[in-house]
């Protein structure tokens, strides 16, 4: 990190997917043992264009376009970091990784644990989720809860181009396999300046993005920008935490922030049941009871497949039903 | 294309067809409604589709196209269960899927022949080898000379045809069709053929592939081909071409039209088509707080699980 | 349901694995349509005999055994049941569908969305789950929120011999997939008397396995019968409930329990971080917080992969464990 | 067991090895440490082995074993991986990964030699065919004629070994060790054996195989087999014959002895080795949990999430 602060003077202003291909160029010029592996990766520089430029300049051999299977994608990787390398790789949509869902448990989150610490699995998996772009079934997937219920990795969402730069090296250079998750609705919403040097930010921590004292709502990636046009619609003061780290959950700040509010609403894509915010709600009820002044809500997709473009606007959360949330939650009395 | 016709000509009514995103000659084929597709790729949901744009019984087509596999391969396990269950009821029809050159390398694919082969399914799986899986070369996607030898690895036979030589294609599927139906089991059958445009919208296939590449294989464009053909054998005439085409984009015209005709569907469709009976409490509780969301209510006051008043 | 009381009356002593291998029989009797496919379900009749003499007296046609692949299996098992048949495929251990996860997801659960139900796919996977017999890894795994989170199925989990007849057979009748969960540890558990008629039960409700006042407690599979026996060891008036179906959950008997007795335990052997026991809990929190006279605790597994055989008996919750969040729980005051 | 001895032996130091649960006499050769296996098949965690049963690194086995694939056939893309990493490294190291033949229906096999076939990697696949798959014989497994031949599938040469002759499997292995060594790639080796013993105790193969079957394999027995062979030649001497048994045996029982030895894993070592650092809050405060579980106190009592008092 202080290397970090060194270089975060000299900024350019970049979108998410621009942030994760310098993120990606830079990595690969500071460690020979990055390579990154995916189809489509190469020449054409990705079907979303994050990994363009790469092939041309670093090579076949430090971006590898590999034959289409998920599954042995995952394994291939986990077979190179075991050895040593760190591959990063790009998992074109996260609903594709279903494919690879036996090696991603049974070696990937487990070689660590199974061989009682002797091998480190350092794979980033780099892949995309979310809706809003209107594209083919389960191309719009937010399972993230899989993930989550996954001992053995980490999971990272950044919703920011900045975020995406701090987080992504950061991810790369953890010895822990992480899921790193990029919206693709977000690649290209908007720009900020992010730093061009060193930069890194923690893995496992959430962000405060606006401080409030009447409720707090927790969200990430998409659905942090929803959550703050909802806030900018109420006269109440509202906290709004970007959970960024999916497992493990930083929970701390949660609890604190829920015992200052009284009131919490949780935001996110996925289907409700046995989604992420199950697990959050589960934890505020379970340890700041005593401090809650309303039932915490969960604004969330539908308990179905995503569903056809067209009734795709209806099923995704947006500032709107996240509003009426903030209101009924914000009116309760006991 | 060539590859879609060539074996759609070679299926029998009460055939099923686990089709890939590249044969819509085939289906066009066998009549399935354009219209249907159309509206279905504006992002219409099923149902609603089915509702404004029904199809009379005696038009329904006589095989059956189940929705391409988005996710690739994954129809190849399903068309030889499909196959076997036709076997097991002594039922003399065959099951055709399709994949792409680089939908070999999915696990599925191997799961399905292998099954096919050991639980000797009547099927056909047709590899349309068009040399590019997006920006994947073919030689990228595996070290084996052909497609075809792959059904070596599952005790099958195969066969390496011109996909885009109509009457090749045909052959090799009519045999393939007669093995399955006569109880013979399964065959693969690679068809070599060429992806002239991009993949997609989003692609640029300037950026992996030479023009030259891609103007050499629009020489051998199988329609142009079998126009040649049909004009040679005298069997098709000038005047007729032309009337053929416009017959052929008036009535291509109409359907689209028919297809974007269809009104948007309603948000609550999506809930349509899940759990048969009782979608469940948590469902039924979701589709009521998209009801009230859509009537203007606020859907999240329900503090007690007893409903929203 | 009619048809089962005629026939309740004649009963016979079974065990677990007993009354699935009866139900198994009587539905292929009964069904042609009905197709048990698996590996190592044939001549040897499973590896823990569930489909022992089955392959002798119904034939190759009708117990099919594939070869080794867990994706293939469901992948066909989804291509026959489409054209009409009703496979019942043996998932030898719940930690194998993760090679399977592909066609679970993108076929099993998502044709009849996606044809807007034009298709059914009435598959029926039996699959064995839970710790105790302390076999090899993976072969132990309690994952079922990975099914929670998924739509489009069924997922139903028996604690007793009788009830295991009841929902199998509901369960390969059914039009929806259903994931039927058999714990390894209660195979040969117990016996009990096991309707021989045409007994059904409802595949979407919960059964209350006592009644009680102080405390409720919320458990499936084994755990059912470790909350009995940590109820028993305390003077409190303890509530049971038999989850019995994980998908869809049956949620209103759970609310108005702990709205009758303001407090409740959940017993999972899953993970707890995004475990079934979630979403209990934010569901009680989000319709049953006035009534509540303490938080809710979950007793579950630790967030780590199943572990070592010596180190199972300290993962998993058992009557003490289950005894002390009842304490816990009962002696909080606001 | 002659397969994994005879790849064993062309095996050289450096090279990695991800084995099925059959490659007993491949450990051996390479000195890994049996105590620990047998510790490990106790069920003590393996930190908790480590700690007790101490390797100086003298010792250590030059041939770096992974712990076996209990979900069949996910080595396979490991060890290719492995090997890529090897490649791209100008390393002059080989992979070997073993698999049953049952192992070879797995999408993971398919997966891995189609990406060696492609990334040409350094690594050597040995299909041990035992002829079942705990009850389910070889030709419901697959309907090609041998597992050889699947190799043609990913355009990579494969050989079909005696597996119960310990030199036709070392001359095989050693073959493909060499190609692989020399930047020419992966093989695919095919060892014909067959398991004797019932899968394991679970299991009774007399229900679906016949004594014959198995009586017939007994003859070929590869141990008796290389015994006579070196007999023949003078190498193995009768006494020096009994005095080899008895040292194994006794080595053999002592390593186990050490094994059984080992103090049972405390609980507490479940959470060892999960995430590098701050496991984070959950399973810090499940830790806690455990900790007053194990101490006698109530581990349920912290409803403000400020830890156990
Ligand atoms: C399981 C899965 N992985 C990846 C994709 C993304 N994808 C869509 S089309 C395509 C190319 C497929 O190439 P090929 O199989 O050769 O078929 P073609 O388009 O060339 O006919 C890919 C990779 C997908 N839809 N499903
Ligand atoms: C993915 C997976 N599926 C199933 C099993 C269960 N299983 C353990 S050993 C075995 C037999 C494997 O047979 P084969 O591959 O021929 O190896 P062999 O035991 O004959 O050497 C099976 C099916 C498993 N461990 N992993
Ligand atoms: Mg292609
Ligand atoms: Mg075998």
Redesign the interface.
């Given at each position: 990190m202080n290397k970090a602060s060194e270089s975060v003077d000299t900024m350019q202003e970049m979108n998410l997917v621009g942030a994760v291909n310098h993120a990606l160029r830079f990595e690969l010029a500071r460690d020979p043992r990055v390579?990154l592996m995916g189809?489509?990766i190469?020449?054409?520089?990705g079907?979303?264009r994050a990994t363009e430029g790469l092939y041309d300049d670093f090579g076949p051999?430090r971006v590898?376009?590999?034959?289409?299977?998920e599954?042995?994608l995952?394994?291939?990787?986990?077979?190179?970091?075991?050895?040593?390398?760190r591959?990063v790789v790009e998992m074109q949509f996260l609903?594709?990784l279903?494919?690879a869902?036996?090696?991603?448990?049974?070696?990937l989150?487990?070689?660590?644990?199974?061989?009682?610490?002797?091998?480190?699995v350092p794979v980033t998996i780099r892949t995309t989720f979310g809706g809003g772009i209107?594209p083919?079934?389960?191309?719009s997937e937010s399972?993230e809860?899989?993930l989550?219920?996954s001992?053995?990795i980490?999971v990272v969402c950044p919703s920011t181009p900045a975020e995406a730069k701090g987080l992504l090296l950061a991810s790369i250079r953890?010895?822990?396999p992480v899921v790193f998750m990029e919206h693709t609705r977000m690649y290209r919403a908007f720009r900020e300046p992010v730093p061009l040097g060193d930069y890194t930010l923690p893995l496992?921590r959430c962000r405060l993005v606006q401080e409030g004292d009447d409720i707090t709502v927790i969200a990430w990636g998409q659905m942090v920008h929803h959550a703050v046009t909802a806030a900018g619609a109420t006269d109440a003061s509202v906290e709004i935490i970007d959970l960024r780290s999916l497992?493990?959950?930083?929970?701390?700040p949660l609890?604190d922030s829920v015992k200052k509010t009284g009131r919490c609403v949780i935001v996110h894509e996925a289907?409700?049941?046995?989604?992420?915010?199950?697990?959050i709600?589960?934890?505020?009820?379970?340890?700041?009871?005593?401090w809650?002044k309303?039932?915490?809500?969960?604004?969330t997709g539908?308990?179905?497949?995503f569903?056809?473009?067209?009734?795709?606007?209806?099923?995704l959360p947006g500032p709107?039903?996240i509003g009426?949330?903030l209101?009924?939650?914000l009116?309760?009395q006991? | 294309e060539a590859v879609g016709l060539g074996v759609a000509a070679a299926m029998k009514a009460g055939d099923w067809c686990f089709p890939s995103y590249r044969q819509l000659s085939t289906h066009l084929y066998w009549n399935v409604p354009l219209e249907r597709a159309m509206a279905g790729l504006m992002g219409n949901a099923p149902e609603h589709v089915r509702e404004h744009l029904p199809v009379a019984p005696e038009d329904a087509p006589e095989v059956t196209f189940i929705p391409y596999a988005v996710f690739l391969g994954t129809n190849v396990p399903n068309a030889v269960g499909s196959a076997l269950a036709d076997k097991l009821n002594g039922r003399r029809q065959v099951t055709f899927a399709f994949v792409g050159e680089g939908t070999t390398s999915e696990g599925d694919f191997h799961d399905g022949l292998n099954f096919a082969g050991v639980l000797e399914t009547p099927c056909v799986v047709i590899v349309q080898n068009n040399q590019w899986c997006i920006s994947v070369p073919s030689a990228r996607q595996t070290a084996a000379a052909t497609y075809a030898q792959k059904a070596i690895a599952y005790g099958l036979p195969s066969e390496r045809v011109d996909g885009n030589d109509l009457f090749a294609v045909y052959d090799a599927a009519k045999r393939a069709a007669d093995r399955a139906r006569s109880g013979k089991g399964a065959t693969l059958i690679e068809a070599v053929t060429y992806r002239v445009l991009d993949h997609n919208t989003s692609d640029s296939s300037a950026v992996y592939r030479t023009e030259d590449e891609a103007a050499y294989w629009q020489t051998l464009d199988p329609l142009e081909r079998f126009e040649r053909y049909l004009t040679s054998k005298g069997v098709l005439k000038e005047q007729d071409r032309e009337a053929i085409w416009k017959r052929a984009e008036t009535e291509l015209r109409e359907r689209i039209d028919r297809g974007r005709g269809v009104p948007p569907t309603p948000p609550q469709t999506m809930f349509l088509s899940h759990l048969h009976g009782d979608p469940g409490w948590s469902v039924r509780h979701q589709q009521a707080e998209l009801d009230a969301e859509l009537a203007g209510a606020n859907p999240f006051v329900d503090f007690t699980g007893e409903g929203l008043q």
């Open positions: 390579r189809y489509d190469g020449p054409i520089g079907v979303f051999e590898i376009d590999t034959p289409l299977s599954n042995g995952i394994g291939a990787a986990v077979g190179m970091a075991i050895r040593g390398e591959p609903g594709f279903y494919n869902w036996g090696q991603f448990i049974y070696t989150s487990n070689l660590h644990q199974k061989t009682g610490g002797l091998l480190d209107k083919l079934p389960f191309h399972t809860a899989y989550m219920h001992p053995g980490r953890s010895d822990d496992d497992a493990p959950l930083d929970v701390e609890l289907r409700r049941t046995a989604g992420p915010g199950a697990e709600s589960a934890l505020i009820n379970e340890y700041a009871l005593e809650l309303a039932p915490v809500k969960r604004v539908f308990d179905i497949h569903p056809d473009n067209q009734t795709e606007d209806a099923y709107v039903r009426a949330a209101d009924a939650v009116g309760y006991f | -």
